[in-house]
């Protein structure tokens, strides 16, 4: 309560306990969920627009790197007569992180009312998981392509395009049962080798790709100007592979050693 008539006895605002048989109040930090923690992304970018035959050719076009640095903390320590925590510290070094972009594009203007294109992007994110031995996963790569024709007709009252496209999107972190980490331990322990048995890390993870290519067609009209209509049809063909790359190769380079002791 705003009210300190309201607090009670036990308000130290109101009732402070100073120098009684040694008790003092005050505020203590007695836990320690604290961080020190910094992130720090740079960014670098440069894009162009050109015209050319008599603005019948365009381009369009960019470049980008970004890199991201993040600074963990820790090292806090308990004093052991008062209880309480220090501060955390900050870590020299950070874990870094950089990847370029590019993205460009060309538009012809064949004639007033149609149109070729083409475009051309990728990207990246990045992903601070593990794999099971321990090693970064690495950056997350998309990529994606399309071309086609549209068209203006009717006086600006018929709009039609119709493209193909390609995606692809590599890298792509998955969470994995601790199942298939588990039984990896089972197989060490029961040829007597606790060595190379190792214990699932939080975070630990898989990859995957998935591809995709297909058609599309857009077409909208405007029969007056209260009336307009609208229809998409599109064909998509999506295939995911690569999955669990890492568990694979860890399988193959110990298949040998396991059937040899079993």
Known sequence: SSDLNLRGFQDPA?????????????????????????????????????????????FTGGLRQDRLRSWGSGGAVRDPITRVWGKQTRNLFPNYVQGNTRTYGVV???????????????????????DLVGELIGNRAGMGKDLGLRFNLLDNRLNASVGYYETSDTNRQLGIDSGAYNSFTEIWRAINDGVNSFTLQPGTSETATTAGKGWEVDVSANPSKNWRLALNLSQTHQVQSDLAPRIGKYIEQYRATWLAKA
């Not at 007033?112 to 994110?125: H, Q």
Request: hydrophobic share 35%; no cysteine; net charge positive.
């Open 14 to 58: 109101r009732y402070p306990f100073t120098g009684q048989g040694g008790v003092t109040t005050g505020l203590v930090r007695t836990g320690n969920a604290h961080r020190n923690d910094l992130t720090r992304l740079d960014v670098k970018m440069i894009a162009v627009q050109s015209a050319f035959f008599n603005d019948h050719l365009w």
């Open 108 to 130: 012809y203007h064949v004639r007033d009312w149609v149109s070729a294109y083409y475009n051309n992007a990728n990207s990246f994110l990045p992903q601070g998981n593990r």
